[in-house]
């Protein structure tokens, strides 16, 4: 792997500087009180195991499986839950745009913009996220080969962009399926930018219900700790306190109880593989 990435801070949080982030919280704001007790509670976990944080939530899912699925609040409730969680929680916040006429309104919000997989070929998007002057992570395409993805890097850094993060989220492998190439973690990160693992996304079903997506989330913790032992600089994933009544990828979200465990365990991987600096 090369070793001259160029660390960058997100809020509170630093990418590529060897220590291991955490990108958690729940799919989708289902509310401003239980978005608010998601990201205090992960950021309780994560500070217990020494690790720096990013809330995650989308204030609009425009990508579901069904027409009666629920999407979101809507961007400006969305954005104003966000705003609060970011100034009363104290932690920087992660949220998708899903077109370019969104990208300068969240950007007054936020502090990272994420294009979802599905838009990872948008250029138009790519370039006004980059653009923006905030942190953007891009979640590679369950299409995409991963070194393919150095076109990606190649279009924000075209217009200046200096803090880009790349998300596995895993491969489509046949119907409903999806697979995770942990070749594509040193292929993606010899772009020199910090390699971020979507474990939860990575064991969705994807249209395995029928009208929705299914999951695997009983994988969670032995996916987590392949990708950390492969080096990525940091783990993101879908938690929630009730994943049975989630309003959106509670088959594949990692149930709060057991993020703890886990984030002890992942600590202690990448401490021993060493820091990817």
Do not use: W
């Not at 979640?139 to 070194?147: E, R, S, T």
């Not at 409903?176 to 040193?186: H, K, Q």
């Amino acid at each position: 792997m090369k070793t001259d990435l160029k660390p960058f801070s997100v809020g509170n949080a630093t990418f590529g500087d060897g220590r291991l982030t955490v990108i958690a919280g729940p799919c989708v704001i289902e509310s401003y009180d239980h978005a608010s007790m998601m990201a205090r509670e992960c950021l309780e976990r994560t500070r217990a195991a020494g690790l720096d944080y990013v809330f995650k939530a989308s204030f609009d899912k425009a990508n579901r499986s069904s027409i009666q699925s629920f999407r979101g609040l809507g961007m400006e409730a969305g954005l104003e839950t966000l705003q609060r969680i970011r100034e009363e929680v104290g932690v920087p916040v992660l949220t998708d745009v899903h077109d370019v006429s969104q990208v300068e309104r969240v950007a007054e919000v936020v502090d990272v913009l994420q294009i979802p997989a599905f838009l990872c070929r948008q250029t138009d998007l790519i370039l006004a996220a980059a653009q923006s002057g905030k942190a953007v992570n891009v979640k590679k395409g369950q299409f995409l080969a991963p070194h393919d993805a150095r076109n990606i890097v190649d279009k924000a850094r075209q217009v200046g962009c200096e803090k880009l993060l790349l998300t596995e989220r895993g491969a489509t492998f046949g119907y409903n399926n999806l697979v995770v190439d942990m070749r594509s973690f040193p292929i993606m990160r010899d772009f020199g930018v910090p390699v971020v693992f979507d474990v939860t996304h990575s064991l969705q079903l994807p249209g395995g219900l029928g009208y929705a997506t299914g999951g695997q989330s009983e994988y969670i913790e032995p996916l987590a700790r392949a990708g950390v032992a492969c080096g990525v600089d940091a783990v993101f994933m879908e938690v929630h306190d009730c994943p049975e009544k989630a309003l959106s990828d509670g088959p594949n979200a990692l149930p709060l109880n057991r993020v703890q465990s886990l984030l002890f365990m992942l600590r202690d991987i990448h401490q021993l593989v060493g820091p990817r600096t």
